[in-house]
């Protein structure tokens, strides 16, 4: 069984194709950095144009590579939200226009399940697991109970972490894109010198927040008449301390919940663009072993959008006989938790 996969909700364009003995045939995605670098973020209406010139090529590509051709596949599946509409449509119209010309079933991929379930691609999770997922627009945790069933624990009350990473990397002028550039400072700075606040440390449930912490690094830089790189580096480590604080905080609750509502089950996963982060990895692993459960997450590469999320996650739905109609309208919003099980739906 082999999936084409498409992925253009937001400022990556990327297609794959994956089989159904968990193989990556190929996979390739063009990062629109340089069209949005000098505007310090994603331009919706750029990004749907970039996605409009490279979509037919990078299908292209990745037929090629994978030395495949249409007639092989047995399914096509594509990010249909949440995200940029613009994107978004550019995605599921190319999508459909295959799907229809080639006599291929449709299947309308939830970005965010694309996230949760490419762990299972590249290693052995059974359901149910623990999630993080943490992504540039979104932060939250879930118990993946199967495939379109997700029970949400708690969720973010202002930013996500990934918004806040790139927010923080903006004010300190560090560079587009903002996580992985603080990342790399973080690593050369003193995470104690600056005491920034943990947002919802002691606090009840998972709920996650880090608007307050954004603001105090922008304090932290207004009370300096000079900013060094060494200062940068100092805010970049103590900023990231305190995001990975905020995160270990709010998981040891969810863990506890998780081990009461499924008792049986022993995998944590942290999936999404920030999931990328050492760091963040560092700390779900330890926490793991202190609570006696198994970490996974998806290889670097495969935790910012890529195109074998997608095609996965559609491989996924596809043997279960949840295609879509050509009725299904792109979703600039699509919470995980409203995902049904219905075989077919528009
Ligand atoms: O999943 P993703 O590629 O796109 C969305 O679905 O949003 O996530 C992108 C987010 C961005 O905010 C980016 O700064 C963040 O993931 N990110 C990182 C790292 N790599 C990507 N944040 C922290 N450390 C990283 N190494
Ligand atoms: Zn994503």
């Not at 603001?215 to 990975?244: H, P, W, Y």
């Not at 609570?291 to 996924?316: Q, R």
């Amino acid at each position: 069984m082999i999936v084409l996969g498409i992925e253009s909700s937001c400022d990556e364009t990327a297609c794959a194709l994956v089989n159904d003995k968990r193989e990556i045939l190929s996979s390739v995605v063009w990062s629109q950095y340089d069209e949005h670098r000098r505007f310090g973020g994603v331009v919706p209406e750029i990004a749907a144009r970039a996605h409009l010139e490279k979509c037919d090529i990078l299908i292209r590509e990745a037929m090629e590579k994978a030395g495949k051709t249409f007639k092989d596949l047995d399914a096509i599946a594509v990010a249909g939200g949440p995200g940029l509409i613009g994107g978004v449509l550019v995605g599921v119209m190319t999508a459909k226009a295959i799907a229809l010309c080639q006599n291929l079933p449709f299947v309308a991929v939830n970005h965010l399940e694309g996230h949760a379930l490419t762990v299972r691609l590249s290693h052995p999770v059974e359901f149910p697991y623990l999630l993080l997922l943490t992504s540039g627009g979104h932060c939250q945790v879930l118990i993946v109970r199967g495939v379109g069933q997700y029970e949400k624990l708690g969720g973010t009350i202002d930013d996500s972490a990934g918004e806040a990473f790139d927010k923080v990397a903006k004010m300190l002028d560090i560079g587009y894109p903002g996580g992985p550039n603080l990342e790399k400072r973080a690593a050369q700075g003193n995470p104690k010198a600056y005491d920034f606040p943990v947002p919802m440390r002691g606090r009840k449930g998972c709920d996650f927040s880090f608007s307050g912490l954004k603001t105090a690094v922008r304090v932290a830089i207004e009370r300096k008449e000079t900013l060094t790189e060494q200062d940068k580096n100092d805010m970049c480590a103590s900023f990231q301390g305190a995001v990975v604080a905020e995160m270990k905080d709010r998981l040891s609750h969810a863990v506890t919940i998780f081990k009461e509502k499924c008792p049986e089950a022993k995998d944590i996963v942290v999936a999404g663009g920030v999931a990328a982060n050492g760091a963040v990895r560092q700390m779900i692993e330890e926490l793991a072993g202190k609570n006696g459960l198994v970490f996974s997450a998806p290889p670097v590469k495969l935790c910012t959008d890529n195109g074998v999320m997608i095609a996965w996650a559609g491989l996924e739905r596809f043997r279960l006989g949840m295609t879509n109609n050509f009725d299904f309208r792109a979703r600039p919003r699509w919470p995980l938790e409203s995902l049904s099980n219905n075989l077919t739906e528009g």
